[in-house]
Structures are given as structure tokens and as C-alpha cells.
């Protein structure tokens, strides 16, 4: 399997295929609207618009796994979106990335490129914490940890990186920059 066999729903429950951006290099994330990085929408925008004529694709995949933090419908999260931060880059449907509803294209990803840990950030010791406490083996598996992870694939389809949310993102817009 490659990342060109997989689709994605839009927010208006059209099948995206991943195969339409081959060549590009993409960046996948799974977000939220109330969450303490829903500020990384800011810099994933910015990002776009700086490279989207070079080749970049950003997925949008919002998703309400992580403290409830994406209650909205398709269209309130999309309205959020862009009222705040103006983005541009495809939303798609709200979708698990853990668990038996998860995304195939999520398994895919984290078979690619498992967790290598949160680095470090203001937020790592509560997030370890929290993550402790519901799992002991957290850090032992590669499911999503929290909103705002994000993989990169490169123009040959390859699931290069991944990011966790803890990352500063001019950390990822240079890698993302390396790859165009």
C-alpha cells in the first residue's frame, strides 16, 4: 500500500483520493477548535499560503478524540476556521484517528512513522501526565497522542515525519521547506 491508495471524506462527505496531490508534498494534521494549540492554525495557514505554489498540500482532519475539543458539526468547525484564522487548506470530515472508527489512512500513517516522543515544550510534563494516567504503555505505541499531530509526506509518496503537537512549527515549516 502507498499513501495514493487511501481517500479521505470532505467536510460535504465527498471522497478525496490522496493520489490526486502525488508529486505534492503533503502535510497531514489532525486538529481541533478548542484546544491549547488551536493556535498551530495560524502557522499551518501561513505555511500554505507560503508554499502552496511550490508544491504543498496541507489535510485537515479535524477530530474530536482528544478532550472533546471539536464538538461542532463539518460546518461550524469550517466556519471557526476561517472566521479566526482564514484558512484556505481542505477540511475534511470529522474523523477518529485512533480506535476501531479510525481512519485507514490513520493506521497507515502511524505504521509509517511511529511516536519517537513529545520533545520538549511547556506543555510536555501535564500531557505525559495525563497520558500516564489513562495508559501506562503510552509512549510505547504509536497511536495519536493529541490534537495537532502532524505526518509529511514527500512528492514520492513517502511518510517521511512526524510531528507531535509540541513541536514549534518553524521547526516543521523547515523541514516542510528542505522537502520543496
Not at 488551536?38 to 502552496?52: G, K, M, N, Q, V
Not at 476501531?100 to 520538549?120: A, M, R, S, V
Request: aromatic share 14%.
Amino acid at each position: 500500500m502507498s499513501i495514493y491508495d487511501y481517500a479521505v471524506k470532505d467536510a460535504q462527505d465527498k471522497e478525496v483520493f490522496l493520489s490526486a496531490y502525488e508529486g505534492k508534498v503533503i502535510l497531514i494534521v489532525n486538529t481541533a477548535t478548542g484546544c491549547g494549540f488551536t493556535p498551530h492554525y495560524e502557522d499551518l495557514e501561513r505555511i500554505y499560503e507560503r508554499f502552496y505554489d511550490k508544491g504543498l498540500e496541507i489535510i485537515d482532519i479535524p477530530c474530536n478524540q482528544f478532550g472533546g475539543q471539536a464538538p461542532g458539526s463539518d460546518e461550524e468547525i469550517h466556519q471557526f476556521c476561517t472566521l479566526h484564522y482564514n484558512t484556505k487548506f481542505p477540511q475534511m470530515k470529522k474523523s477518529d484517528v485512533n480506535g476501531e472508527n479510525e481512519l485507514p489512512l490513520y493506521t497507515y500513517l502511524k505504521q509509517e512513522q511511529g511516536f519517537k516522543g513529545l520533545g520538549e515544550h511547556p506543555y510536555k510534563e501535564s500531557l505525559e501526565n495525563m497520558f500516564a494516567a489513562n495508559d501506562p504503555e503510552w509512549d510505547k505505541k504509536s497511536d495519536i497522542k493529541w490534537n495537532f499531530t502532524k505526518f509529511v509526506v514527500d512528492r514520492t509518496g513517502k511518510v517521511v515525519e512526524r510531528f507531535e503537537p509540541t513541536v514549534d512549527m518553524k521547526v516543521i515549516e523547515e523541514y516542510i521547506e528542505k522537502l520543496l
